[in-house]
């Protein structure tokens, strides 16, 4: 059998995901294909006006005249949707043409299909902005509780005197010392806040892993034709935080060669781009951080003697978690709000046996460890708090009491260097001669393990 | 009834991404409110019917805007010929604020005379986080338009803000 004519078209249209309606004169509806409704949501009939089928015309009545009487050629909505409190829903593009008909001047309003394109766009969009959000949600966090330095103990008081103290003398440059992840950022950040005006700019670099020239250009900047690349001239880090502060992160990865040209700044403020022969002057508070034992690179001649003591005047020294006591569950549960709010989970507070793993663990990468355990916890947790089994520590188990009540000491003594050679001797075989292992197996920091095999005389 | 008035507008939300634009058409049109985050798309639109008194009633068309990331003509064509705008911004991201001062200007450039309110969202966190009122009455203040405190999770003060424009029409 064949199908008429008209029903050829709505296969066709359907086919083509593209749907059609047609008003006369007035504005009212004439004839549209079935497919329609699929796009606009709404029953339509015969007679409806354009602005009930087409809200989105609506406000743009002027341009609808002016293509009815053809004055303009086409106009085109993009990317449409109506809202639907449920289902997916489906995009469109809506084209109004001129369209004339036994001699009448009408409108014809072509919806086309844009779900597919918009599917694509809407992905890497969400994701996107998904990320967006929750930066912006940690970052107020930070700012909000000047978490991370939350704490009774005493370490962490002293934290907060002597950032009350420094913040005044905004000329002074300070270094903060500690293991990796005991928050020397935050710390920088925290002394920024309390000394700067609002809007004064925070720049930071990590002085690790950036090629020596490279570094030299970024902190000074150059001229146009200072080397072969340098195009055009460029401001370096120094000018971009002109008013503010420039954190220069392991500062002891500073090559020697850059090293007194850093001094040299230090000490008159001033400083040249390269390729420049016009002097500069900035107003820049330099926090340095580190966490080397920059002094001992000072014996090992890696780091300047004078540069060492000239950024050493104000000295903040960054404590292991491991050393915080009961501040380390505070931190846990301000770690678990901040989460719980992010992820809207409903988690609040540690079970006892929580508390007592959080406390037995080691710590080996301080604050931002804690930090991700707690993230990943609050992630997975079916429970509304916290119990130990959803923390998952990594590394050494804490030593339990009952081992340690095992070891005897003989009547005759022992000798501790000899217990503590033999431990890392045997941590050592363990990890089959990988001292980063080794350090992990026995809870020190790789430069504590190389020092001590030095000492012991296993490395050279 | 037969002799009610319906006065069609269109209404235009504005603001970054994230800020609440969606949940308050949501929570205007519907009533209900999503924690999960969908970003928006082109323009979604919604519609409802506002009483103004007995004779007449304003049938709203709100086009719930993306992320405004480029001021193009697309754009010119999404704002082209809006009774109204509300200007949206989240009261926990100062910057969403400062996002609103081209927003409005250009606003303002294409739908000339057409009136204009801020919607400051998100109230119910201002308690959580210490967010400093004077500098968002600061801010507004220099964007120039009336301002209402609204959550679109509470159902702070959603209704009037859209009435408070409809008042100005
Ligand atoms: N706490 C709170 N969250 C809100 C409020 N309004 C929206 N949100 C949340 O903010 C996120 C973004 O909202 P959405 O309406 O999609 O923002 P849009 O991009 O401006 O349309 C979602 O996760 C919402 O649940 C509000 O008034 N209070
Ligand atoms: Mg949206």
Redo the contacts with the bound molecule.
């Keep these: 059998m064949e199908l008429a004519v008209k029903d050829y078209f709505e296969v066709i249209l359907r086919e083509k995901k593209t749907a059609f309606a047609l008003f006369d004169q007035d504005l009212i509806l004439q004839e549209y294909s079935l497919n329609l409704k699929q796009y606009i949501a709404i029953q339509v009939k015969k007679n409806n006006p354009l602005w009930d089928v087409f809200p989105e015309l609506i406000g743009s009545e002027d341009v609808v005249k002016s293509v009815v009487t053809r004055k303009k050629r086409r106009f085109i909505i993009t990317k449409l949707t109506r809202f639907k409190s449920s289902g997916q829903s489906c995009y469109y593009h809506l084209t109004i043409l001129p369209y004339t008909q036994n001699g009448y001047a009408k409108l014809l309003c072509i919806v086309s299909d844009g779900t597919q394109e918009v599917a694509l766009e809407h992905e890497i969009q969400q994701k996107k902005y998904e990320i967006m959000?929750l930066q912006s949600t940690l970052q107020r966090s930070g700012i909000e509780a000047q978490s991370g330095f939350i704490g009774r103990s005493a370490q962490i008081q002293s934290i907060h005197e002597f950032v009350k103290k420094i913040a005044p003398v905004r000329s002074s440059t300070v270094l903060l010392q500690g293991e990796s992840g005991t928050g020397k950022n935050l710390a920088a950040r925290i002394i920024h806040n309390a000394s700067m005006q609002q809007g004064a700019p925070f720049v930071e670099i990590n002085c690790a892993g950036i090629p020596d020239t490279l570094l030299e250009s970024e902190i000074f900047g150059y001229e146009k034709g200072a080397f072969t690349h340098a195009l055009s001239s460029k401001k370096g880090l120094l000018e971009t935080a002109d008013g503010g502060t420039l954190f220069l992160d392991e500062i002891g990865e500073l090559p020697f060669s850059l090293q007194s040209k850093f001094l040299a700044f230090l000490e008159s403020k001033r400083f040249r781009r390269l390729g420049d022969t016009q002097e500069r002057q900035v107003d820049v508070r330099i926090i340095a951080a580190t966490n080397k034992d920059l002094m001992k690179a000072v014996q090992n001649k890696e780091f300047r003697e004078d540069l060492f003591f000239r950024l050493n005047v104000i000295n903040l020294e960054l404590p292991p978690l491991r050393e915080l006591d009961d501040d380390i569950i505070l931190l846990a549960e301000n770690f678990i709000n901040h989460f719980a709010y992010s992820f809207h989970k409903t988690v609040s507070g540690l079970s006892d046996s929580a508390i007592k793993k959080l406390k037995a663990h080691r710590w080996s990468g301080n604050v931002r460890e804690l930090r991700n355990v707690i993230e990943r916890a609050v992630i997975f947790t079916e429970n509304s708090m916290l119990d130990a089994p959803d923390l998952i520590l990594i590394g050494a188990a804490a030593i339990s009491d009952s081992w340690l009540e095992s070891i005897q000491i003989p009547q005759s003594g022992i000798s501790l260097p000899e217990l503590e050679q033999y431990l890392i001797n045997s941590a050592m075989n363990k990890a089959e001669g990988n001292v980063s292992r080794a350090a992990r197996l026995l809870g020190l920091s790789l430069d504590t393990l190389r020092y001590r095999l030095k000492k012991g005389g296993t490395l050279s | 009834m037969a002799d009610v008035v319906t006065l069609s507008k269109k209404i235009c939300l504005l603001?970054?991404?994230?800020?609440?634009?969606?949940?308050?058409v949501?929570r205007f049109v519907h009533q209900t409110?999503?924690?999960?985050?969908?970003?928006?798309i082109g323009v979604q639109l919604s519609q409802r019917l506002i009483a103004l008194d007995e004779k007449a009633q304003f049938n709203l068309i709100i086009w719930?805007l993306a992320?405004i990331e480029k001021y193009d003509n697309v754009l010119k064509r999404y704002l082209h010929g809006a009774h109204g705008a509300i200007l949206?911004f989240d009261v926990s991201r100062p910057e969403t604020l400062e996002a609103l001062t081209p927003m409005r200007c250009f606003f303002h450039e294409n739908s000339k005379g057409a009136p204009c309110l801020a919607a400051a969202?998100?109230?119910?966190?201002l308690e959580k986080d210490a967010v400093d009122f004077d500098t968002i009455s600061r801010n507004v203040e220099a964007l120039n338009v009336r301002c209402v405190y609204?959550?679109?999770?509470?159902d702070h003060q959603v209704d009037m803000t859209f009435r408070t424009l409809c008042s100005m029409f």
């Design positions: 959000l | 603001g970054s991404f994230g800020v609440g634009k969606t949940s308050l949501r409110f999503e924690e999960n985050y969908h970003s928006t719930d992320h949206v969202n998100k109230y119910d966190l609204t959550s679109a999770k509470t």
